[in-house]
């Protein structure tokens, strides 16, 4: 068993020790309202677009909408993509303000995506990029439809763990987490309302 069990549980936060990488999860970050209404405002004023990525010489549409803010020096490549981000909107801020005293961690960029129904997934990926640095802390902040988060072990894909990321939760994901597990928001015929994640992250310029 991969999971070396729950270091600590303050009421508001457990933390997560797993073989090679820790996660920390905060399951009412927000309030009920506070979720709400950003729920509301991001799905409606952020830029979301359906990227496309080559594959195969093929073009093919991402399974979700994306959106990509930050400070305009955290240009960032993602699948064959360069994504220069928008400027910070109030609200992203707000947030961004919100979890920085937990997170240990200055973000300087933030990468939207936008689940719409069951349908919408991510697959199997580690943020391992480069320009995060070695053992980057990246900040998931979850409103909308509670959708199963799952991670494999990189070498052994037997060793998972999953867990439900609820509406208002934040997700903290650091030490060694991204060089030895990959993770992914599996599809899903049991949701049919939207998901919007946002996950806060911090590009060497
Ligand atoms: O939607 C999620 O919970 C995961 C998002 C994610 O893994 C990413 O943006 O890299
Ligand atoms: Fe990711």
Do not use: C
């Amino acid at each position: 068993m991969n999971v070396q069990g729950s270091f600590f549980d303050d009421g508001e936060a457990t933390g997560i020790s797993l073989l090679n990488g820790e996660l920390a999860y905060y399951p009412q970050f927000f309030s009920l309202a506070e979720s709400n209404e950003l729920m509301q405002i991001l799905s409606e004023k952020i830029a979301w677009k359906q990227e496309s990525m080559k594959m195969y010489g093929k073009e093919v549409l991402f399974p979700r909408l994306m959106a990509w803010y930050g400070d305009s020096a955290s240009a960032y490549g993602f699948s064959g993509n360069t994504f220069s981000p928008q400027a910070w909107t109030p609200e992203l801020l707000q947030i961004r303000d919100r979890i920085t005293p937990v997170s240990g961690q200055v973000f300087n960029s933030v990468l939207l995506n936008f689940y719409r129904n069951g349908n919408d997934s991510m697959g199997w990926h580690a943020d391992d990029e480069s320009e995060l640095g070695p053992q980057p802390v990246i900040a998931s902040v979850n409103f909308g439809a509670t959708r199963r988060f799952q991670l494999r072990y990189k070498k052994d894909h037997l060793q998972k763990y999953e867990l439900p990321l609820q509406h208002g939760s934040l997700l903290m994901m650091k030490g060694t987490l991204q060089e030895y597990w990959e993770h992914q928001v599996p599809k899903t015929k049991k949701v049919s309302d939207g998901r919007i994640n946002l996950t806060f992250r911090f590009i060497h310029p």
